[in-house]
């Protein structure tokens, strides 16, 4: 990897932050252009925190239920992360709904994580969703954060399937494998300038083409 400036990441979380880890342990490999800045979480409980010690990282809570209103648990955010300098703001499990507060100060410079293929299965419980509705694919959709919940401009998307036996647990942990994998090269291409918004439309600049298509089940020969 050529040698260049890193940007600053500030990584928010609510819980076991394994998407966090993955970022640290990307960082630590010199595999990401960047380093995490601070870690914020609003849950004082948060493993993300402890993850975030262990690998000497900045951390800080700031508990929603102290504020009076979302918007002032935001402005107390906000400037935490303006303090150090952030120029990515990562959300990985972080599971408070953001306020115009936070998407004015950091206009298209917010990220987050969702473990389904979205525009489908928005919200919680999704992997149990999919199974519900039959689907035969799944995945995880990285994507920018707008004012609505898991509605902002796609980034990238990876599709796992989903089988007959699964549960929501055995779905859940194949498409956490694929979130460790394309959250780290979303934040990279982020590093690079690559990535392009217009309207809706995210392009990758330089990303390769392919037309390869998935069939679940596999299709069979047709006599």
């Given amino acids: ?5 890193k940007i600053r990441l500030a990584v928010l979380a609510s ?3 394994t998407n966090l880890q993955s970022i640290i342990d990307q960082c630590q490999q010199g595999q990401l252009d960047a380093d995490i800045a601070l870690v914020v979480s609003n849950n004082p409980g948060a493993e993300a ?5 262990k690998a000497d990282i900045n951390t800080l809570c700031i508990n929603h239920r102290d504020f009076e ?4 648990f935001d402005h107390a955010v906000v400037a935490a992360l303006q303090e150090v300098k ?5 959300l990985a499990g972080f599971m408070r709904i953001i306020s115009d507060v936070f998407l004015q100060a950091f206009p298209q410079r917010i990220i987050n994580i969702h473990p ?19 689907a035969k694919f799944s995945g995880c959709t990285v994507h920018f954060v707008d004012g609505g919940v898991d509605t902002g401009p796609v980034i990238a998307q990876s599709v796992v399937p989903v089988f007959s036996d699964d549960s929501e647990e055995t779905l859940s942990a194949r498409i956490l494998k694929q ?14 300038g690559r990535i392009t918004v217009t309207d809706r439309q995210v392009t990758i600049d330089e990303s390769q083409k392919t037309d390869s298509s998935l ?9």
């Fill in 49 to 53: 925190l402890e993850r975030a010690e």
């Fill in 69 to 72: 209103s979302r918007e002032k």
């Fill in 116 to 134: 389904a293929l979205l525009p489908s299965f928005p919200g919680l419980h999704v992997q149990q969703k999919a199974l519900d509705y039959g």
């Fill in 179 to 192: 979130e460790h994998k394309i959250y780290p090269q979303v934040i990279q291409w982020f590093s690079e």
């Fill in 86 to 90: 952030a120029d990515l703001v990562v």
């Fill in 15 to 17: 819980g076991s932050g």
């Fill in 215 to 223: 069939t679940n089940p596999p299709l069979t020969t047709l006599r």
């Fill in 1 to 5: 990897m050529a040698s260049k400036e």
